[in-house]
T-cell receptor, first 113, second 111 residues
Framework: QQQVKQSPQSLIVQKGGISIINCAYENTAFDYFPWYQQFPGKGPALLIAIRPDVSEKKEGRFTISFNKSAKQFSLHIMDSQPGDSATYFCAAAEQGGSEKLVFGKGTKLTVNP | DAGVIQSPRHEVTEMGQEVTLRCKPISGHDYLFWYRQTMMRGLELLIYFNNNVPIDDSGMPEDRFSAKMPNASFSTLKIQPSEPRDSAVYFC?????????FGPGTRLTVT
């Protein structure tokens, strides 16, 4: 049973465009939603995270939008750059801590120059 | 800080052999996690420790897998005997206050 569903599997965007990756969950006990970025041959690295008490969080070109009623959250990358080409994972954890992160299957983003 | 350190980075072994993966967490972090990443199943949490004590090993696939954390600066994940379906990238991560920091991973190939 996949607790966090991520789409699309792959995404190709032109430089300067907006990349959008979506995730959906069922477990209403989830209250911590991070996004990780992974480059080939590297471990995942935390990019940005959000809690359900806010609907949006922005850090530089990266924005998380959160819709609690729809149980969905998404990552928007503005002004996408070739250096953003990587695999992005959404994740979720239940109330009380981020110990048991449940990851989506990942989205491979390619930003063409 | 050097970050989470894992060794070896690559391991190729034959089916039936014992494999030991090693991890040094970031100093001061009191949580340590072992994950497995495959194309089919994505990132899966195998086990995690808090203050060197195993808290949840429900993700360990079979009795062939075992993990230990003898002290705050070292952990091992052992597979005995190894099977071709164990081929994957194994990540160790540690956590201080909230964020999990991942190591570079060990790519395991079992032939």
């Amino acid at each position: 049973q996949q607790q966090v569903k991520q789409s699309p599997q792959s995404l190709i965007v032109q430089k300067g465009g907006i990349s959008i990756i979506n995730c959906a969950y069922e477990n209403t006990a989830f209250d911590y939603f991070p996004w990780y970025q992974q480059f080939p041959g590297k471990g995942p690295a935390l990019l940005i995270a959000i809690r359900p008490d806010v609907s949006e969080k922005k850090e530089g070109r990266f924005t998380i939008s959160f819709n609690k009623s729809a149980k969905q959250f998404s990552l928007h990358i503005m002004d996408s750059q070739p250096g953003d080409s990587a695999t992005y994972f959404c994740a979720a954890a239940e109330q009380g801590g981020s110990e048991k992160l449940v990851f989506g299957k990942g989205t491979k983003l390619t930003v063409n120059p | 800080d050097a970050g989470v350190i894992q060794s070896p980075r690559h391991e190729v072994t034959e089916m039936g052999q014992e494999v030991t993966l090693r991890c040094k967490p970031i100093s001061g972090h009191d949580y340590l996690f072992w994950y497995r990443q495959t194309m089919m199943r994505g990132l899966e949490l195998l086990i995690y420790f808090n203050n060197n004590v195993p808290i949840d090993d429900s993700g360990m696939p079979e009795d062939r897998f075992s993990a230990k954390m003898p002290n705050a600066s070292f952990s091992t994940l052992k597979i005995q005997p190894s099977e071709p379906r164990d081929s994957a990238v194994y990540f160790c991560a540690s956590r201080g206050f909230y964020e999990q920091y991942f190591g570079p991973g060990t790519r395991l190939t079992v032939t």
